[in-house]
């Protein structure tokens, strides 16, 4: 009989452990343009990660910290948000949909190239939307040719979330156009110092540099970085996709729960006294907070379905949308307290969370929530289709 893991030990050992090991001055490193301290502080944190077995506790047992259970997994996310560690921007593609879609669906030469590589620290990226094809992503066009034991590959992707600091890449491709659309697409990984590869950063409202477009131009990639069959990537797709299993919302939920003394903090910098708030503003900050604590409450729930087995059609829908609106409620409400102060624009830290305090840069950042990972518009049809079984409009 397996042994229940000890949660609450777990948690006690995860948060002693997280101030002896937080990089000094991570947001001071991680700020504004300074793409190199983010980097270094990143990377840091990851060797720091992986050599307590943090980083990898969703990974498969014989890997170093692997076979964690969804539980332990959800504290280690929680305690690394209540103990203000920086997030794993960096990383992330890399620890989860990378490795995820290896270890289910990659050949074991597959697993041993490149999974090492991975905890010591390789980039990848995720080159599956493209200008015609997001929410519909099945129409993507890319094309890859077979050539001998290459594929050659023409095409572009966008949005690809830190591609210009990558190493690797989950690249989707069209190797049947004739076919039905997702009866056509192959998965290669894709070396980003392949020739003809051409990574262009896209600047942000912000003025963040976090994605790039990618043009291929007869880019030669090895048949044996294809996973899976040829015509059938569609299915490991869902495999990268579904990889990080709500594990980002508990995370930053939690984030944004601990940030709501932000909101006073904003009121004191705007010039009031708590105690000198008017009403309106007062009812303010307590609606968003009960949203909050709802939203934690939900996001709590949904993970104990999902860890039995148990989980809705629509649990993660539902769960991004709300974070998504308010999120973005929270940003215009500090944006409001602070006034005019809130408008400056320094100090910003690239994959800091959504709660750096730069009230402006947050709110606009928060827009992504709206997009990333399927729209608000496709989160309902799916609520409205799968779980209401409404008709399709
Ligand atoms: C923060 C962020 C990170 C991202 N990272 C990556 C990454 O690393 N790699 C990657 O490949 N992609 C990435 N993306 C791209 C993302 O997957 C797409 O932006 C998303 O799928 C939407 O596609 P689109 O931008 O082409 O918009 P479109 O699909 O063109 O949609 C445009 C508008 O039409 C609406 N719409 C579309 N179809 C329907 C429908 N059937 N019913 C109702 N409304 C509809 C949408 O809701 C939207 O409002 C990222 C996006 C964001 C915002």
């Known amino acids: ?174 190797t049947d156009p004739d076919a039905k659309k997702q009866a056509g697409i192959t998965f290669l990984l894709m070396d980003m110092k392949t020739p003809g590869i051409d990574v262009r950063p896209i600047k942000q409202i912000t003025g963040d540099e976090e994605f790039a477009e990618m043009f291929l131009d007869n880019v030669r990639i090895p048949v044996a970085n294809r996973v899976g069959e040829e015509n059938k990537g569609w299915g490991v797709a869902q495999v990268t996709l579904s990889s990080e299993r709500g594990l980002t919302l508990v995370e930053l939920v939690e984030r944004l729960y601990g940030s709501l003394w932000r909101l006073l903090e904003a009121a004191t910098k705007g010039g009031f006294a708590a105690e000198a708030l008017d009403v309106e503003d007062r009812r303010r900050i307590v609606d968003i907070t009960a949203r909050v604590e709802a939203l934690r409450a939900m996001v709590g729930e949904a993970m104990v379905r999902k860890a039995a087995g148990n989980e809705q059609l629509g649990d993660a829908s539902i769960l991004k949308l709300a974070y998504a609106r308010i999120l973005r409620d929270f940003c215009e409400l500090g944006m409001k307290l602070e006034g005019i102060g809130s408008q400056r624009f320094e100090n910003f830290v690239l994959g800091a969370g959504y709660e750096t305090s730069n009230w402006m840069f947050d709110f606009m950042n928060s827009y992504q929530w709206n997009i990333a990972g399927g729209s608000n518009e496709i989160q309902r049809n799916i609520v409205s289709e799968r779980m209401l079984e409404l008709p399709r409009g």
């Open 1 to 174: 009989m397996s042994e229940e893991p000890d949660l609450e030990a777990l948690r006690r050992e995860v948060r002693e452990w997280i101030p002896k090991n937080v990089p000094a001055n991570w947001r001071e490193r991680q700020a504004g343009d300074n793409i190199e301290g983010f980097l270094e502080c990143q990377r840091e944190w990851l060797a720091k990660l992986v050599e307590a077995g943090y980083a990898t506790p969703h990974w498969e047992h014989e890997w170093p910290g692997g076979g964690r259970s969804l539980p332990e997994q959800v504290v280690i996310f929680e305690e690394m948000a209540r103990g203000d560690a920086p997030r794993m921007s960096l990383f992330f593609v890399s620890l989860y949909h990378a490795a995820m879609t290896l270890q289910e669906c990659g050949s074991q030469a597959q697993k041993e190239k490149y999974l090492p590589g991975i905890l010591r620290g390789d980039v990848w990226v995720q080159g599956f939307s493209e200008p015609g094809a997001g929410s519909d992503l099945a129409s993507l066009k890319t094309r890859a040719v077979l050539d001998g034991d290459h594929y050659v590959v023409n095409g572009q992707k966008i949005w690809s979330t830190l591609g210009h600091f990558a190493d690797h890449c989950l690249l989707l491709v069209r």
